[in-house]
């Protein structure tokens, strides 16, 4: 063998090992997970809002590369924070009627602070109801918590619940104690091989979290909400350190759409379904759904796909 017939053949070699597992044996690059994102659908009576779901729905199902199931990212109701029993009723049995009509893909759902019932009702709270809360959402959704975990090929999501009632008013986003210890110990239980995608209503780390009231503050900075951006990111980061194989983190809620790498781990924010809650534009952001790809080599990738709302 000769010098150069020699260099070609080890350069070969030594680019073949860094590739998967699966590319080795089949010389094809394994198909990815394909799921579609359909976050802050907001759904209520009304010809818009009933149809625009419809759409959504129908626009996933038609597409020529199909995907394998859909991720509901929360906020699937216009609001049950400040509706009644009677008005809540009506938005969630119009979710299931349109989803078990107009859907046949598997749905992952994901609770949304929309989706929460009788937090800021006026007047006495409904807290002694067993559907107060997070409940209804959990049993309508069937879900099997209000957070949880499933697998797909060589990635492992987790879902987490956004949203928890702040005593100082309204609501903030970060893990309660109890679902903190519970996460701790699922990134302990996932194997080393598998990667891992955390889902969530309201963005871990975002920068469209400031513009989501597209101005700055009086003495010019740029005001993140505790309500519009996970409050204990630095305590999440120091976790996900922890596991390298923590790839991708997913969210919607504030209807603006961004795409952030840090750390080794992209955050997506999908936008909204809804658009600006049924009226078009938000901001710069047309109503849209994500379709991700998630890779056997840990890579993932988003394309925002727009349909026609109305």
Same mark, same amino acid.
């Given at each position: 063998?000769?010098?150069?017939?020699?260099?070609?053949?080890?350069? %070969?070699? %030594?680019?073949?090992?860094?590739?998967?597992?699966?590319?080795? %044996?089949?010389?094809?690059? &394994? &198909?990815?997970?394909?799921?579609?994102?359909?976050?802050?659908?907001?759904?209520?009576?009304?010809?818009?809002?009933?149809?625009?779901?419809?759409?959504?729905? +129908?626009?996933?199902?038609?597409?020529?590369?199909?995907? =394998?199931?859909?991720? $509901?990212?929360?906020?699937?109701?216009? =609001?049950?924070?400040?509706? =009644?029993?009677?008005?809540?009723?009506?938005?969630? @049995? /119009?979710?299931?009627?349109?989803?078990?009509?107009?859907?046949?893909?598997?749905? !992952? +759902?994901?609770?949304?602070? +929309?989706?929460?019932?009788?937090?800021?009702?006026?007047?006495?709270?409904?807290?002694?109801?067993?559907?107060?809360?997070?409940?209804?959402?959990?049993?309508?959704?069937?879900?099997? $918590?209000?957070?949880?975990?499933?697998?797909?090929? $060589?990635?492992?999501?987790?879902?987490? @619940?956004?949203?928890?009632?702040?005593?100082?008013?309204? !609501?903030?986003?970060?893990?309660?104690?109890?679902?903190? $210890?519970?996460?701790?110990?699922?990134?302990?239980?996932?194997?080393?091989?598998?990667?891992?995608?955390?889902?969530?209503?309201?963005? #871990?780390?975002?920068?469209?979290?400031?513009?989501?009231?597209?101005?700055?503050?009086?003495?010019?900075?740029?005001?993140? &909400?505790?309500? /519009?951006? +996970?409050?204990?990111?630095?305590?999440?980061?120091?976790?996900?350190?922890?596991?390298?194989? #923590?790839?991708?983190?997913?969210?919607?809620?504030?209807?603006?759409?961004?795409?952030?790498?840090?750390?080794?781990?992209? !955050? !997506?924010?999908?936008?909204?379904?809804?658009?600006?809650?049924? &009226?078009?534009?938000?901001?710069?952001?047309?109503?849209?759904?994500?379709?991700?790809?998630?890779?056997?080599?840990?890579?993932?990738?988003?394309?925002?796909?727009?349909?026609? %709302?109305?």
């Amino acid at each position: 063998m000769n010098r150069k017939t020699f260099l070609q053949t080890s350069a %070969a070699l %030594a680019g073949s090992s860094l590739l998967p597992a699966s590319v080795l %044996a089949t010389g094809k690059k &394994k &198909k990815p997970i394909r799921l579609a994102h359909l976050t802050d659908i907001h759904v209520k009576p009304g010809q818009v809002p009933e149809a625009g779901m419809t759409k959504a729905l +129908h626009h996933v199902q038609q597409l020529k590369n199909p995907v =394998d199931f859909i991720v $509901n990212g929360g906020d699937a109701i216009m =609001d049950s924070l400040e509706a =009644d029993r009677q008005q809540t009723q009506v938005q969630w @049995d /119009l979710f299931k009627n349109l989803l078990r009509k107009e859907n046949s893909l598997p749905v !992952y +759902h994901t609770i949304g602070n +929309h989706d929460v019932w009788g937090w800021f009702i006026k007047g006495e709270k409904p807290a002694g109801d067993p559907l107060y809360g997070k409940v209804w959402a959990v049993e309508t959704l069937e879900m099997k $918590n209000r957070y949880y975990s499933f697998s797909r090929e $060589n990635w492992h999501f987790i879902v987490l @619940d956004s949203t928890q009632l702040n005593p100082a008013g309204g !609501y903030i986003a970060r893990l309660d104690e109890e679902q903190l $210890n519970w996460l701790q110990e699922e990134l302990k239980s996932v194997p080393a091989r598998r990667f891992i995608c955390i889902i969530s209503h309201i963005p #871990i780390l975002s920068i469209c979290a400031g513009l989501f009231f597209n101005k700055t503050e009086a003495n010019g900075d740029l005001l993140v &909400k505790r309500n /519009l951006m +996970h409050t204990d990111f630095l305590a999440l980061k120091k976790l996900f350190r922890q596991y390298p194989s #923590i790839k991708a983190c997913i969210s919607g809620h504030i209807h603006l759409q961004e795409e952030i790498e840090y750390l080794g781990i992209r !955050y !997506y924010c999908n936008g909204a379904v809804s658009g600006n809650w049924w &009226k078009g534009t938000f901001q710069e952001f047309d109503p849209a759904y994500a379709i991700m790809e998630f890779f056997d080599d840990g890579s993932s990738k988003r394309t925002m796909v727009k349909y026609q %709302a109305n």
